[in-house]
């Protein structure tokens, strides 16, 4: 009998060792810190991009990522992965020299971490130096261990809406700027 109760005693606390690492840990994610560190990435992505640093960008990414790109040649090229897209930059800023640095100073910067802390969405807006346009970057990152990596990055323009009518007016889209003049005149 106390071999039978031993036995049943080995195989209960199996059970519960096994159970209690078997057991999701919901550790609570610290908003603050991790936040912190995404901006870090998010700067370093921008530092790269002044810097014309093809391997820091190439190194921010995912090895899975993908960035939604612009080339207008051919729009089946328009989603490149990591290898593609450094294919893209390499000929993009090849040299320091190259072309005229970008200037990327964020204006502003939303955050929002997902999935229990092991996915974010962030979404910023700068204006390029020469171009006066309001830009949006909207990335998805992914926590690896205790880094934050890019799973997704898109740059798109994002005028405000007073820079439209600029932009309406240089195309010569009268039927839409006599519209917005007459909603203003009502």
Excluded at 79 to 87: G, P, S
């Amino acid at each position: 009998m106390l071999k039978n109760m031993i036995k049943v005693f080995g195989s209960l606390t199996m059970i519960i060792l096994l159970l209690s690492c078997s057991v999701e840990k919901n550790e609570k994610v610290d908003l603050k810190k991790e936040t912190d560190k995404i901006t870090k990435v998010l700067d370093r992505l921008h530092n790269a991009e002044n810097t014309k640093d093809t391997l820091g960008l190439i190194n921010l990414l995912d090895d899975k990522a993908l960035i939604l790109g612009h080339n207008y040649n051919n729009r089946q090229d328009d989603i490149w992965n990591k290898v593609q897209f450094k294919n893209y930059i390499s000929h993009w800023f090849p040299t320091l020299d190259s072309k005229p640095p970008k200037i990327i100073q964020v204006e502003s910067r939303t955050v929002e971490i997902l999935d229990g802390g092991q996915t974010a969405m962030a979404i910023e807006h700068f204006q390029m130096d020469r171009i006066r346009l309001m830009t949006r970057h909207v990335a998805i990152l992914v926590k690896k261990d205790t880094s934050w990596f890019f799973s997704l990055s898109s740059y798109d323009y994002a005028p405000f809406d007073n820079q439209m009518i600029k932009i309406w007016e240089s195309i010569g889209e009268d039927g839409i700027l006599d519209s917005i003049k007459n909603k203003k005149t009502k």
